[in-house]
């Protein structure tokens, strides 16, 4: 596509539940980037896959936060008992190579947990 | 451990007067800087960023930043400010072996009076 897309643009989910993020990356980019945005934060990162991998999960809050790039493209964030600290606005940028290129983002998900 | 300070939370200036926004970063090495856009609802738009060479570089949207080592700075600058720049500006540093995982700002809010 032509631009980094993230699915859906707006969640809203009760304390505990199960929610997943999807992001499809711009075709032929290696490097996928999560980023968390608080009201009235910059971004923060949480992690960066280098293909199929998690090259860096460092950013990760807790063992409630997973992802995942299976075939390299799409990544799906996956958040378990989900709680009221957990909403936010979850980016997701990704470049052609990593390293020194440049991050292309989305335009985020706004996650709602009441 | 890097960072990014933004001195200024909110600042408001008048249709046509200059605008600079301040941005002051820590990081051991040579730094990747990066300054966003956000406009409300939008995903992350890059103004400009500076990899080495000139320590003055172009961006789009008339903006213009100043690299200055001995200061730890990277101030952004636009000579005339137009009513469409009202928006939220974050400055970000990265790794030169990974530039797409970056440390932001908390952000600078920017009004534009008529």
């Known amino acids: 596509g032509a631009g980094v897309s993230q699915t859906p643009s707006n969640k809203v989910t009760e304390k505990g539940k199960y929610v997943e993020l999807r992001c499809d990356p711009i075709?032929?980019?290696?490097?996928l980037y999560w980023y968390r945005q608080s009201l009235g934060q910059g971004p923060e990162f949480l992690i960066y896959?280098?293909?199929?991998?998690?090259?860096?999960d460092s950013g990760l809050p807790n063992d409630r936060f997973f992802a995942v790039r299976p075939e390299g493209s799409v990544s799906t964030l996956k958040i378990q008992r989900t709680e009221r600290g957990d909403s936010a606005v979850y980016l997701c940028a990704s470049s052609l190579i990593g390293g020194a290129g440049e991050a292309f983002f989305g335009q985020g998900t706004r996650l709602t947990v009441v | 451990a890097q960072s990014v300070t933004q001195p200024d939370i909110h600042i408001t200036v008048s249709e046509g007067a200059s605008l600079e926004l301040r941005c002051n970063y820590s990081?051991?090495?040579?730094?990747?800087l990066f300054w966003y856009v956000q406009s409300p609802g939008q995903g992350l738009q890059l103004l400009l960023k500076?990899?080495?060479?000139?320590?003055l570089v172009q961006g789009i949207k008339g903006f213009e930043a100043e690299f200055k080592r001995s200061q730890s700075s990277f101030n952004l600058r636009k000579p005339s400010v137009h009513w469409s720049d009202a928006a939220e500006y974050f400055c970000a540093v990265g790794a030169e072996t990974n530039a797409g995982k970056s440390t932001f700002g908390d952000g600078t809010t920017l009004t534009v009076k008529p």
């Open positions: 075709s032929g980019h290696t490097a």
């Open positions: 500076y990899f080495s060479g000139d320590t």
């Open positions: 990081y051991g090495a040579t730094p990747y």
């Open positions: 896959f280098q293909g199929t991998g998690a090259a860096d």
